[in-house]
């Protein structure tokens, strides 16, 4: 700190030096006069290497704990359930309280991701966990400090031209990881295995802070030209110039995203949200890019490094797109089906073959109800076809047959190599995937794409549509031994994938898992049909019995003879689901490690991550929560 504060002296004492020439208050609205270059310097370094330190941090937790649980995986194989035992216990109490108390803790009580609501159209968003909100503080503070290590002893055109250069140099490298973390294909979500809504937690908060930043920028240079000339002088400084122009339309696009980015506005229109916030971003970077290039001011290849992740992201999507979408034998199709429950099961069949992990989803295109918008779902089922052959493929195939019979004729090749070659061609051609999503209707797209099938005829309707992705999937559950899935709702979908992959897992002895349990809460029995053909197909495999038990939750049943359990391992309860209770049950009776997942409403998951608090220093406890907050 002795030296930080001995350099900051030193470059202090530079520009008093650089600004003791007769200057008069008009030198200062423009350029780098007054400007403490050396420190702005310094503390970009002091940003981007806390940055760094923080994401190499991360980044040997991650290794650390995916070491653990590659050599608990490993181990755990061929063991017993009496074997897995070692890894049941926690071998410190540092961890599991680290967790309990700091990153699974929620700021206050229990609220984390229930939505702060005063009406049915006021809706305040969500709370940050105690992780999030120390992370936030430092970055906040340490940004609001940065600002305000100013050299106050010069003359007030000088500091005030220093704290444009401030401001301005932090509000441009604040867009470089603004970007990044708002990108689908953000390379820090597979890198650091955090999710997409972790970044955009931040993303949210580093906007605030670049507007703010920029804010001071132009208000800064805004009171420079009002002492040098007055009023007017603002005004002929921006016909004069086209970079303060720019400059200017930059910062306005990012107050009418300050204005109209709060959770309420976000909450009530966020599809007329998303189409002004994209457009404004643009601007933004537009304005900003071309203020510096005009300008000629260091900080050009800042803005450059943002332009180019914002193109790569938008490249990586159309990618994405065109590969499972668009061939030489058509486009995707949807299949929608109108269900009970107001919801949807949408049928994506791609063009080509996918891998689509276990809690992986993808944004949706329907054109026919929403134009170019994509939404975001859990991805609840996949599986591969055989791809029909095109008719180019077909004529090649029946000129080979043709070139290969007459050339056996002719050479006397033994019949054997002959249907060796024959078999060749005829072999099946490559598959091509199916996805599946159910769609709950709410408002905007959801709504109008159920309406859609609702009055279509058989409740069915065939549309043109895209997937973007796959996406997320990030977390593997396959070195645990006991796993309590938790759902409710549509948050189904995301649970059935893996319950899926655990059982084939399971039936091949490549994972863990001994004991496995979904535990689904649902208002009534009606959306028992969300997931009927996927549950079938999952009651049906393997080794089910052995290891899976279900535990259907109806909290409105219309009467009570709808609830009736169907065998031992699928039963079925009226009221709500008590994840306090199924999770004191479930970890005395726990074979090795114990993962607790969910997947539902803010309310009922804060449930679960209070319950998981509560007792994760009684064994090994992960605790998952898939989530999306925006």
């Not at 689908?184 to 972790?198: A, Q």
Request: contains cysteine; charged residues 15%.
């Amino acid at each position: 700190m002795s030296s930080l504060a001995a350099r900051l002296s030193a470059t202090s004492e530079t520009a008093n030096r650089n600004s003791s020439t007769p200057a008069g208050p008009a030198s200062y609205t423009h350029g780098l006069l007054g400007v403490d270059q050396s420190t702005n310097h310094l503390l970009l370094y002091l940003l981007w290497g806390s940055m760094a330190a923080l994401c190499i941090f991360i980044l040997v937790a991650r290794f650390t704990q995916m070491g653990n649980a590659y050599l608990r995986h490993l181990f755990s194989l061929s063991a017993s359930s009496e074997q897995q035992a070692f890894w049941a216990e926690n071998r410190t109490k540092i961890w599991p309280n680290i967790k309990k108390h700091f990153v699974y803790a929620p700021i206050w009580k229990k609220r984390h991701n229930r939505e702060i609501r005063l009406s049915t159209a006021l809706n305040f968003g969500t709370l940050p966990s105690r992780f999030h909100l120390v992370l936030l503080s430092l970055y906040v503070l340490s940004n609001l400090a940065y600002c305000s290590l100013l050299d106050y002893g010069r003359d007030r055109s000088a500091v005030m031209a220093d704290l444009r250069g401030r401001t301005g140099v932090l509000a441009v490298a604040n867009m470089i990881p603004l970007v990044l973390l708002a990108g689908r294909n953000n390379p820090l979500i597979p890198m650091l295995k955090v999710s997409f809504d972790t970044y955009n937690l931040l993303h949210r908060w580093m906007g605030r802070i670049v507007i703010l930043e920029s804010f001071v920028h132009t208000l800064a240079w805004a009171i420079n030209n009002v002492w040098a000339h007055g009023w007017p002088g603002i005004n002929e400084s921006l016909k004069a110039s086209a970079s303060f122009r720019y400059g200017m339309l930059g910062t306005l696009a990012m107050l009418v995203i300050l204005i109209q980015s709060p959770s309420p506005i976000r909450h009530a229109f966020y599809e007329t949200f998303l189409h002004l916030h994209q457009l404004l971003a643009f601007l933004t970077i537009l304005g900003v890019y071309a203020h510096l290039k005009m300008a000629k001011l260091p900080q050009l290849p800042s803005i450059q490094a943002v332009v180019s992740l914002w193109v790569l992201d938008r490249v990586a999507r159309w990618l994405r797109i065109l590969y499972y979408n668009v061939s030489r034998n058509g486009c995707t199709t949807v299949t929608v089906e109108a269900l009970p429950g107001e919801a949807c099961r949408v049928k994506f069949d791609l063009v080509r073959h996918g891998t689509f992990t276990p809690g992986c989803h993808v944004y949706a295109y329907l054109p026919a109800v929403s134009l170019w918008m994509s939404h975001p779902f859990s991805v609840a089922w996949s599986e591969d076809h055989p791809a029909p052959p095109s008719p180019t493929t077909t004529t090649r195939t029946q000129t080979n047959h043709l070139s290969l019979t007459s050339a056996t004729k002719e050479s006397h090749l033994p019949i054997t190599n002959t249907q060796t070659l024959l078999a060749a061609l005829d072999a099946p051609p490559p598959s091509r995937t199916s996805i599946s999503l159910v769609i709950s209707a709410r408002t905007g797209m959801t709504r109008a794409l159920y309406t859609l099938a609702d009055t279509s005829p058989q409740k069915t309707v065939f549309i043109k549509g895209f997937v973007e992705g796959p996406y997320g999937g990030l977390e593997s559950l396959h070195s645990y031994g006991t796993l309590v899935l938790f759902a409710a709702g549509i948050g189904i979908t995301h649970q059935v994938s893996h319950v899926r992959d655990l059982l084939a897992g399971y039936a091949s002895n490549t994972i863990a898992a001994r004991k496995i349990v979904l535990v689904w809460s649902v208002r009534n029995t009606e959306h028992l049909e969300w997931i009927r053909p996927f549950m079938d197909d999952v009651l049906q495999m393997q080794g089910r019995r052995d290891v899976l038990k279900v535990l259907i939750f109806v909290t409105k049943p219309r009467s009570p003879r709808e609830v009736v359990s169907p065998s031992r391992s699928v039963q079925m309860f009226p009221g709500r689901a008590n994840p306090a209770v199924l999770l004191d049950r479930e970890i005395v009776e726990r074979v090795g490690a114990m993962a607790v997942t969910v997947c539902g409403p803010g309310a009922f998951a804060d449930t679960v991550r209070e319950a998981v608090r509560r007792r994760v220093c009684v064994g090994s406890v992960t605790f998952v929560e898939e989530a999306f907050t925006w």
